[in-house]
């Protein structure tokens, strides 16, 4: 029996159909029935209810064996041969707390472009060390999106929620990006969780999906038992499927800020950004950034239209208060403006295992979770980013 922590209306065919059929126009097919139920965890608004405890010491949790994700597919269309390290064809990553904890949200973590899961394995280490079973999803963001789109970004074109959609799903709605259907999110997040689902059956994968009987479709996976998060391509993926998905949470890490298209008269977030109702706007939402010199006082028009508010939190600041602030009630969007360790940059900086500093100066690479600078602050908002009953 294939349980859920929260019920919410599922509507068949939604999000990222499995059909190969002619593409229905842009989010037609994301469109997403909004639930009534009441929210324990972060309300219209931005205003937290309860203050959570959240476990701030590391734990080293268990990993298991990379799994090949091309064995997973069957006869899904691949571009992938087993066996192959780069993206889109390298392992997923799985870790779970330890202790096991029965019932929390799962968090999926979708690494940014040309990246692979193993390169992100400090944020994911992070994520099962405060309670959470952790995915890392290998899939095709082979595609840079900001170059593919640059010349097309005329809001009539739509060409950044086509290119998302078509990471997302797998089917043919974008002229700039060729994604095989076994190497799009769906089909790679359905797949790992019936593997772990049948390898480890008392583990709680059951509580993330629903066994297809036809087709695989957005339908089949418990998105509101998931915490989606990303690093830089792989945020704003998670960010479109959180606007056509409730979410339990989301979790952004330098990205998704440049989800903008010109209306002929200037720059205004992308289509899909302000096409329909946002399915997880009562979610708890978190976005941390790197202000790369910017002197950003106010979020990215982006950040903005995903609910993350105009404030932008200073992770930097000295004032003692500061801290206080920051660990009863993290705020929903935050920047560093840290200097990278040598031979990264800031970007980077931001997720990717030998990039992430120990100190403001960037003077080393953290080598555990625990000895990045920015531990805590990703750990808070991890927890954060899910209901009062069922966090870790």
Known sequence: MHSSFRTIPLLAGLLLSACDAPPEPELQAFEAVESSEGRSGLLPGGVIPLIRSCNLAYTPPSALAPIDPVGLLGSESSECTAGTNASPCAPHLVYTPAPAVELEPLFVFLPGTNMEPDKHTQVLLTAASTGYRSIGLSYDNTTNPIDACGTQLDCADECLGELREEVARGVDVSNEVDVDRGDAVLLR??????????????????????????????????????????????????????????????????????????????????????????????????????????????????????????????????????????????????????????????????????????????????????DARLFQAYARRMCYACDAATCP
């Open 189 to 370: 997040l359905y797949r790992i969780l019936e593997h772990l689902d049948t390898t480890d059956p008392t583990g709680g994968w059951s509580n993330y999906y629903i066994p297809a009987t036809g087709n695989i479709n957005g339908s089949n996976i418990l998105w509101e038992n998931i915490i989606l998060g990303g690093f830089s391509q792989g945020a704003a993926t998670a960010a479109f499927i959180s606007h056509a998905k409730e979410l339990q949470g989301l979790f952004l890490l330098d990205g998704g800020t440049l989800e903008l298209c010109f209306d002929g008269t200037e720059f205004v977030p992308a289509t899909w950004l302000t096409t329909g109702a946002d399915a997880s706007a009562a979610r708890p939402k978190y976005g941390v950034m790197h202000d790369q010199g910017f002197g950003l006082t106010t979020t990215p028009q982006s950040w903005d239209a995903l609910g993350l508010g105009t404030a932008l939190y200073d992770l930097d600041c000295a004032a003692p208060g500061c801290d206080v602030q920051d660990t009863l009630i993290p705020s929903p969007a935050s920047k560093t403006t840290h200097s990278a360790p040598a031979g990264c940059d800031e970007h980077n900086s931001m997720a990717k295992d030998g990039c992430l500093p120990t100190d403001f100066l960037g003077s080393a690479a953290a080598a555990t979770p625990p």
